[in-house]
């Protein structure tokens, strides 16, 4: 109790001594009262500010309790799938116990990519050293090379002249830039890997979004107008990169590993086949679907990201334009990393273009790889000097000190580490969903449903393969499916396209989870996007492309493909004809 007067007095005079140094008068009746209000506010504002601690403390509290629980319930929950005999059901538990983790975000989601590692060899899914290989195969390889290019693009600062280019050609409108680099995106990776096209969109995105957010916040005409949309506006921006490149990669035969397990199981399935359905025909027939599916996810973007965002503003238009104007003459460095870009781009397109032989023909199958022309590129960027080298003069010192395309130092800056074993992570989950039979266990469900009408199958067979990829690799998810519903397909009296393409499609359009495809795990390494805002826009933009895929399947697709008939090639053999 005296404590406390003793805290009010002191409170009062300090109050009392400071209005008396500003130039206040000592007795007026105004200050006595301007100071009993004084102190009544600060006493109010010391109870509200002690409230709010309390509250943030309890919050926090809440916050690591509900972490706790989930961390340990998990496992205890799905305990009784471990028990079984089958190893099916012991890889559904390690897949529903690190789905939990990576929703939840209990441990950071790097950490949870590593626990296939600990749990696959403990319930017997995979031994440790199988596991452990597939944290860096051949398309982790291809991510760090393509990400490895995007560093040296940033070091020289060529994305910011890119940036920059690509504003002046689609304008400052929010909307309008998301749907360039859509458009960008979709067309690279549907003739080069969705994983290198993601790797060097995104750092061109990030140097957009922070010209944007710069201009919008700190011009005077804008104010909160600008301030109130810029975070949404920028997810939204870098979140477009990857669902671009995802659908992108269904464009042709090689957009992605997928649509070549579709074409290569073909074969196999139905060594009769008629070549109906080759690189061209796929183009026909999958890039009007394409365009329409990038469309679609356009607008889902816009309208869950850009409806706070600032419009059209001419001052950062002329903003724009007045830094491109400013931009120095293009140097030694970001001439060099343009050539090294344009042959990496040259390798990718060339090894297996589809239409005529590549020159992967030279070398046996499986020793030349997309991951190869990184990695040859990647040495090259090490290797190359920043500046123009004098030939006639040379000296050690000079070398040294003008720096090559790439350090090490840039890398360690710049590189996402953390995605690397993300990406690791998705790849041993997958390989131990397919090694213990999970997949197929699955899919063979599926045969029960051969008498529905063929729309119902395909939503059905699109549905699960699209739980399924965003867990798994679209490439295993093609390899376990497209067999099943071919035979589902045949089973049913129906083309065995009807299937097997929606299925091969729907193995690309996995954009819920950041471990679902290398361009989600890529864009999430960002830090511009949260679980929650891939996972939400993601689920919406899988159901519209479902159904978009369903109806193009029963309407445009037969122009392009006999879908309406039985082909004899895929007639069941013990079935006779007159």
């Known amino acids: 109790m005296d404590g406390s007067n003793n805290n009010e007095n002191t409170c009062y005079g300090a109050m009392s001594l400071g209005l008396h140094l500003s130039g206040w008068p000592e007795n007026s009746e105004s200050r006595q009262r301007m100071l009993e209000s004084a102190s009544s506010t600060n006493f109010t504002q010391h109870f509200v500010s002690r409230e709010v601690s309390n509250k943030e403390r309890m919050l926090s509290l809440l916050r690591r309790l509900k972490n706790g629980l989930v961390l340990f ?3 205890l929950l799905f305990f009784p799938m471990v028990t079984s005999p089958s190893p099916e059901w012991k890889c559904a538990y390690c897949v529903c116990v690190i789905a939990v983790y990576w929703m939840s975000e209990v441990m950071p989601l790097a ?16 031994d440790a050293n199988t596991t452990a290989k597939e944290y860096m195969n051949d398309t982790n390889f291809l991510f760090i090379g393509g990400l490895i290019m995007a560093a040296a693009v940033e070091k020289c600062d060529l994305h910011e002249r890119v940036a920059l280019s690509v504003l002046r050609l689609v304008g400052s409108e929010p909307k309008w830039i998301m749907l ?104 026909f027939f999958a890039y009007p679907l394409m365009l329409i599916c990038l469309f679609v996810a356009w607008i889902t973007l816009v309208a869950f990201f850009l409806r706070d965002a600032p419009a059209k503003d001419e001052h950062v238009t002329k903003m724009l334009q007045d830094r491109f104007n ?47 022309s990184a990695m040859i590129v990647s040495f090259l960027l090490f290797v190359l000097p920043s500046e123009k080298p004098d ?67 395909q939503i059905l067979t699109m549905f699960i393969a699209m739980v399924i990829t965003n867990i ?53 390494g960002s830090g511009m996007v949260k679980v929650s805002d891939m996972a939400i826009v ?33 007639k069941p053999l013990n079935v006779t004809h007159p």
């Open 326 to 372: 400013q931009l120095p003459r293009m140097s030694y460095a970001e001439k060099s990393v343009c050539v090294c870009f344009f042959i990496l781009l040259f390798l990718w397109i060339f090894r297996n273009p589809g239409v005529f032989a590549g020159f992967s023909v030279f070398f046996k199958k499986g020793t030349y790889t997309d991951a190869t």
């Open 73 to 75: 319930l998990t496992p």
């Open 538 to 570: 993601g689920l919406v933009v899988s159901m519209e492309l479902l159904f978009i895929t369903v109806i193009y399947m029963n309407s445009f697709g037969h122009l392009f493909l006999p879908l309406g008939t039985m082909p004899d090639w895929a």
């Open 472 to 524: 798994c690799s679209n490439t295993v998810t093609a390899s376990i499916f497209v067999p099943i519903v071919a035979t589902l397909a045949q089973q049913s009296g129906n083309h065995p396209f009807t299937l097997m393409l929606p299925t091969t499609l729907a193995a690309s359009f996995a954009f819920i989870f950041p471990v679902g495809t290398p361009p989600n795990a890529i864009v999430f």
């Open 180 to 283: 360039g680099f859509m458009l960008v995106t979709a067309l690279l990776s549907s003739f080069i890997s969705n994983t290198a096209t993601t790797a060097m969109m995104v750092p061109i995105g990030q140097s957009v979004v922070n010209q944007l957010v710069s201009s919008f916040q700190h011009h005077p005409t804008n104010g909160e107008r600008g301030r109130a949309g810029c975070k949404k506006m920028a997810t939204g921006l870098v979140l477009s990169i990857c669902f671009a490149a995802n659908i992108g990669g269904t464009g042709t035969a090689t957009g992605t590993p997928s649509n070549l397990v579709m074409l290569g199981q073909l074969s196999t399935l139905f060594p009769k086949e008629d070549g109906s359905l080759n690189y061209i025909t796929w183009i």
């Open 391 to 457: 030939l006639f003069t040379y000296k050690k010192e000079d070398l040294k000190k003008r720096g090559c395309l790439m350090d090490w130092k840039a890398m360690q800056e710049t590189f996402p580490w953390s995605v690397v074993l993300l990406l690791g992570g998705g790849f041993a989950l997958a390989a131990g969903v397919k090694e213990s039979g999970l997949s197929v266990l699955i899919g063979t469900s599926l045969s029960s449903i051969e008498h529905l009408p063929i729309w119902i199958l």
């Open 111 to 126: 950490v949870t990519a590593m626990l296939p590692v600990v749990l696959f060899p403990l319930v017997g899914v995979l």
